[in-house]
């Protein structure tokens, strides 16, 4: 089954610095990656998309990368904001072809003032 | 566009018990999602709709589960009965397919059950 893998430790950060996350995937190469945001309490919130052919792509503070050879995609929030303390989720499609989304289980980030 | 709509938000029930989730898509979109969250599990998808037929129930975990779209703009979950390893946060999304581009999710509030 194609899965997807992501730090299940919370990382905890100061205020100002960058974080990075990371999402690694198994079997073949997705033709997409997306990176959704989670409260708690609330239900997962779309933030960027990307695809297999796209190294990076941006979003304000937002820069997410998408490496095929090392199966794996890092999410960056630069200048990070107590208000950026959430739960960020990766997804691909369940299969080839799909645009049905299977999520990882997300990883928790923490950004102290 | 108030988004995608479930209720009830929190539901305590008792083991045994019939338990009926409801969620209303985002106006215009073809595709609902069920999905359930837990610590143990993460995000899982459990069964989804494709202009209100269902297309993957494998994700349902046992016959105690079933989902129905009777119409565009409403899906419930059943759980019959219900048993304390029910127990989660329930989601339903909806989304648009676009031509021939992945479509993003919309996730509704979700419903947190509690079997006892």
């Known amino acids: 089954s194609q899965k997807i893998e992501q730090n299940s430790e919370a990382l905890n950060i100061q205020e100002g610095k960058t974080a990075t996350l990371t999402c690694n995937y198994t079997?073949?190469?997705?033709?997409?990656l997306q990176w959704y945001r989670q409260d708690p309490g609330r239900g997962p919130v779309f933030l960027l998309l990307i695809r297999e052919n796209e190294k990076e792509k941006r979003k304000e503070r937002l820069k997410v990368t998408f490496d095929t050879t090392l199966k794996q995609s890092l999410f960056h929030i630069t200048a990070s904001q107590p208000a950026d303390s959430a739960t960020y989720l990766c997804?691909?499609?369940?299969?080839?072809?799909?645009?049905?989304?299977?999520f990882g289980r997300g990883t928790s980030l923490i950004v102290h003032p | 566009d108030a988004g995608v709509i479930q209720s009830p938000r929190h539901e305590v029930t008792e083991m045994g018990q019939e338990v009926t989730l409801r969620c209303k898509p985002i106006s215009g979109h073809d595709y609902l999602f069920w999905y359930r969250q837990t610590m143990m599990r993460g995000l899982e998808l459990l069964i989804y709709?494709?202009?209100?037929?269902?297309?993957?129930d494998s994700g349902m975990p046992e016959d105690r589960f079933s989902a129905k779209m009777p119409n565009a703009s409403f899906s419930t979950l059943k759980i019959q009965p219900s048993e304390p390893r029910d127990s989660a946060v329930y989601f339903c999304?909806?989304?648009?397919?676009?031509?021939?581009?992945?479509?993003?999710?919309?996730f509704g509030p979700g419903t947190r059950l509690l079997v006892l």
């Open positions: 079997n073949y190469s997705p033709a997409y």
């Open positions: 997804a691909r499609p369940l299969s080839g072809g799909s645009y049905i989304p299977t």
């Open positions: 709709f494709n202009n209100n037929v269902p297309i993957d």
């Open positions: 999304a909806s989304s648009k397919q676009g031509s021939g581009a992945p479509e993003t999710q919309y």
